[in-house]
């Protein structure tokens, strides 16, 4: 493992974009793409996001968890973690377009968008105790990224 | 980076230039002005001008789809302009295009709506 | 408290950057000065240095804990945590100029920059167990600052 | 944000710029460039311009004050120009002014020590 950080911040929605631009300024050390900034940046921001809105119902004296972690070949682990009210059924909040939330006017498409920006995506969670994603995603090789 | 927004009518369109990141917290705060407008203003039509926008996660694609349903119930159309190459993978992903029509720029959206630019 | 994050992160050099521009983004919802983002962003990096050369002598695996919390008077806190060698006498240790490894080209400084740019510094040591460091600084309440 | 380098000889005075951050990370890399440079030009005195500066901690008055040694130890001179607002407090508070020249700019300071700028 090359380097590796751990964020814990407030389920408050001013720290979103705190949280996606200190994984991004995290991540500038392995000279990713502008689109590999901005597909990580989103799938931080969806999961943050979810953790404040579905997690904990927008309390705002919550945790959020983000693990950072990359490696010589230029592979990014990401761990974000709430301790929120869980996923009743992984499956079928995983379906594009479904959200437990439409009054809130969520579009349902946070997970097929970690989905499509990632390499992969794991889900775990148990009802009341909290939620766990891990995402993975293998940087391009070439030097030429510019950071 | 927060977002900037900037609303001007045209004769009876709308016109929102966003600028900088839409995410959550800045979605919860443009929804309640661009209602605000729709509400004050006499809109028809609203063109949204995304040339500035550097950054979108999903909850812009829902209150962008959200001002949609409002302003086509409302007999109008929402045209959408100049959208930065940065957004252009969720886009596609939300098949937002498939329903809302996208412009070159300002001049042309206003034309399409019978205003002259 | 109006807002809390927490970093942990490896005790390498390449941190050091990325630990000042955290902190300094963390912050810059109170809207403060260039002059305290640079105090800021100084005090921190003296911080995490002191860890990675004297706390844990240049060993790269381990970790420093940054806790940054903002107050709605515009007051900052920053608790700076190392499991590292500790400080043998911390009166000693404060003194302008003194550093215990001058073969490094260290100035000694560090800890007199944490005090002049800060309102407060406590240093709390126990050898063998490792080294934390509470600051707070009072930012000013004019809203003209940039941010 | 990094370091950037850039060294150039004028004559027998060797013209450092300096821009970017400076902390310990980059003075470890600093000390090693500069070093090699003073062995391999024939180097009397050295300038040293921080204009674009932007940023440093105490590592970078260390590594400063170690090369002051270094070149005056063999009979040349360190002179400072354009020292960056943001840096003021930290030179003051480090005395370097007390014992290394400080002038506006490099033509005056070349000028200082004798070579045509
Ligand atoms: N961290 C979480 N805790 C609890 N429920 C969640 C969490 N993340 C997602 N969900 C559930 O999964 C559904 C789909 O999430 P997502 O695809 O991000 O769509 P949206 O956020 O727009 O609803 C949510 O509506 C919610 O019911
Ligand atoms: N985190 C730490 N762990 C152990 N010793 C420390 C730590 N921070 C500072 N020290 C001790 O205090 C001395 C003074 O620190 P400082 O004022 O930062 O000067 P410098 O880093 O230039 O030596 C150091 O030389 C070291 O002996």
Known sequence: ?147 | MGLKTDFTMKEHVLVVRLSGELDHHEAEILREIWQQKLRDENVRHVILNLEEMIFMDSSGIGVLLGRYKEISQAGGELVICKVNPSLKKIFDMSGLFKIIRLEDNEQYALHSLGVAS
Chains 1, 3 share one sequence.
């Open chain 1, 1 to 147: 493992m090359k380097n590796r950080m751990e964020l814990t911040f407030l389920s408050v929605s001013e720290n979103e974009a705190f949280a996606r631009s200190t994984v991004a300024a995290f991540i500038a050390q392995l000279n990713p793409t502008m689109d590999e900034v901005t597909e990580i940046k989103t799938v931080v921001s969806e999961a943050v996001t979810n953790a404040i809105i579905h997690g904990y119902n927008h309390q705002a004296d919550s945790e959020i968890t983000i693990v950072c972690e990359i490696f010589a070949n230029k592979e990014v682990e990401l761990i974000i973690t709430d301790q929120g009210t869980g996923i009743e059924n992984i499956y079928e909040a995983k379906e594009p377009l479904y959200t437990s939330k439409p009054e809130l006017e969520r579009s349902g498409m946070g997970f097929s968008i970690m989905d499509s920006f990632m390499d992969s995506l794991e889900i775990y969670s148990t009802i009341d105790k909290g939620t766990t994603l891990i995402m993975r995603k293998q940087l391009t090789k070439t030097e030429t990224a510019c950071h």
